[in-house]
């Protein structure tokens, strides 16, 4: 017999935006017009995400991969910034594998979009940029800044922050493969850069 391990969430208000940035930890876990489920088979490993709406439809969505799957949490947000809810599953940390489902408005129902993984991910509303943020390796510090063009993310901005073996901290910051600025000194990193950084630390 399959032993489901399930993850579920009650009810809850929704929420609004304002103008600030906003991380894994500042999005809601409860959402009013839905329900979202992460389901584990132990003995296989497979996932699968459901979600039910109002208990009148389940939408089944199989071949998802959230690693590691303790500790991850189902957040909702409005990921690509059209008005509608959308379902974001992980912790987010660096090197982790996360489920983003988009609201279909066409289709009336959430599609998996697994372009990528967003990590340590902060949703700028105001902007309609998202930002994401994660190791490369024991030195480096990758940090991007993404916008939606025809349903993919587009890299804006790309910022490196590289530690050398002297404890020397340089910024290098891209924007269209093009170096914008390279420096030792934090405070010439533009505001936006400098606040992501904050957050991340």
Do not use: C
């Not at 839905?34 to 584990?40: E, H, Q, T, Y």
């Not at 660096?94 to 066409?106: G, I, M, P, Q």
Request: hydrophobic fraction near 35%; avoid cysteine.
């Amino acid at each position: 017999m399959k032993h489901l391990l399930t993850l579920a969430l009650l009810l809850g208000a929704q929420f609004a935006y304002g103008q600030q940035l906003l991380t894994l930890k500042q999005l809601p876990t409860t959402n009013n017009d839905f329900i979202a489920s992460l389901v584990v088979n132990t003995e296989t490993g497979e996932q699968t995400a459901y979600v039910n709406y109002h208990h009148r439809k389940v939408q089944t969505i199989p071949d998802v991969m959230v690693m590691p799957y303790e500790g991850n949490i189902i957040h909702y947000v409005d990921a690509n910034f059209d008005g509608h809810m959308d379902v974001y599953v992980g912790t987010g940390e660096s090197r982790s594998a996360n489920v983003l489902l988009l609201w279909d408005k066409k289709r009336g129902e959430f599609k998996l979009w697994d372009d990528d993984y967003l990590q340590n991910p902060v949703f700028d509303a105001e902007e309609k940029v998202i930002y994401s943020s994660g190791s490369s390796s024991a030195w480096d510090y990758d940090y991007t800044k993404q916008a939606w063009s025809g349903g993919k993310l587009i890299t804006v901005e790309h910022l490196n922050r590289h530690t050398s073996e002297d404890g020397v901290t340089r910024y290098s910051l891209m924007r269209d493969d093009k170096l914008m600025l390279n420096t030792t000194v934090k405070k010439q990193l533009p505001a936006e850069w400098r606040r992501i950084i904050a957050l991340e630390q």
